[in-house]
């Protein structure tokens, strides 16, 4: 019998193949999708990044259910292109007050990398093109929740260098797969991330 393809398989040939990706991703258990993604390097992020453009709507329903009360973080655990401290996760919240349409967020990584880059706090929206969510490190949220980092602007220590002037696009894979990429300044970055919803 023939092994099951994965997703690093799915995702290095010349054509992508969206649905069968989907189908994949659905049909694991937690654990199984998010050690899938901690296989995929930059070559296939920035592929699945590109193939996903328009294919499934992502709407903020998609990174915190309806069904998840307010004030309740919901983990995307996280794979980037970096070339070191590539796992990481954008931790998120529906506040219970404050402007309609916003989650709040921030980065959730190891406690040495918070206290020396900082947290990296965003809030996300959806974007202005259709189907895709703005992750947006140019507004601060008001609040994290009591158990978060305190929160610093983007300016301060390297955040500066990581964190500052940077919105991510995120765009549907799967129900629980995102797939990103950086811009700063309104222009692309060469730096990819995928996320799963835990």
């Known amino acids: 019998m023939r092994p099951m393809a ?4 799915l995702t290095s040939g010349s054509a992508i193949d969206l649905s069968a990706i989907t189908a994949h991703l659905d049909g694991l258990d937690s654990a ?5 993604i901690h296989t995929l390097g930059r070559t296939s992020q920035s592929a699945l990044f590109e193939a996903a453009s328009g294919y499934r709507k992502m709407t903020l329903e998609d990174i915190v259910p309806a069904n998840v009360p307010d004030n309740t973080e919901v983990v995307h655990h996280g ?9 990481f996760a954008k931790v998120m919240f529906r506040p ?3 402007p309609k ?3 709040w967020g921030y980065n959730r990584n190891s406690a040495f990398l918070e206290t020396v880059v900082g947290p990296g706090y965003f809030v996300a929206l959806q974007h202005v093109v259709p189907g895709e969510v703005l992750v947006d ?5 008001p609040r994290g929740l009591p158990s978060w980092p305190p929160i610093l602007p983007n300016t301060a220590r390297l955040s500066r260098f990581v964190y500052n002037g940077t919105q991510d696009i995120l765009r549907g894979v799967s129900n629980h797969v995102s797939i990103g990429r950086a ?3 309104g222009k692309p970055m060469d730096a990819w991330f995928i996320l799963c919803r835990g």
Not at 79 to 87: D, E, G, K, R, V
């Open 6 to 9: 994965t997703l690093k398989d």
């Open 32 to 36: 199984a999708r998010i050690a899938e």
């Open 79 to 87: 794979q980037n292109t970096l070339p070191a401290f590539s796992h």
């Open 96 to 98: 219970d007050s404050g």
């Open 101 to 103: 349409g916003e989650l």
């Open 137 to 141: 490190y140019l507004r601060l949220p």
């Open 183 to 185: 811009t700063k300044g």
